[in-house]
């Protein structure tokens, strides 16, 4: 069971990936472009993780290693796509301490 959820995720990161590159073609942006590296580090993940499961025999160590550590990348990814450009000041996250 837990290998058809791996692969129906596989599956499911087309659909965004799909629209986001169309959206691109439609009006190029950088923000485009950061979401579609986070959808495609999202699908290599997934991919790894299926392989990891069906016909690698990778230790549990290295799956969560992988795991977490290309969850992180994702949120990296996404956290430029929708802060690209946003002009946000450091006054706004200066922190008085006196």
């Known amino acids: 069971m837990h290998v058809l959820l791996e692969l129906a995720s596989v599956l499911l990161v ?3 990936l799909y629209a986001i590159s169309r ?3 439609q009006s190029p942006s950088t923000r485009l472009m950061f979401a579609f590296a986070a ?3 999202l699908e ?3 991919l790894f993780m299926l392989l ?3 016909t690698f025999p990778v230790s549990h160590y290295v799956e969560e290693l ?3 550590g290309s969850d992180l990348g ?3 990814l996404f956290a430029g796509a929708f ?3 946003t002009r946000w000041s450091r006054a706004r996250t200066h922190a008085d301490v006196a």
Do not use: Q
């Open 39 to 41: 959808f495609t580090f």
């Open 23 to 25: 959206a691109y073609h």
């Open 74 to 76: 994702a949120m990296v």
């Open 44 to 46: 290599f993940r997934s």
């Open 52 to 54: 990891a499961h069906t």
């Open 14 to 16: 087309f659909l965004p």
């Open 83 to 85: 802060l690209y450009r």
């Open 66 to 68: 992988v795991d977490f």
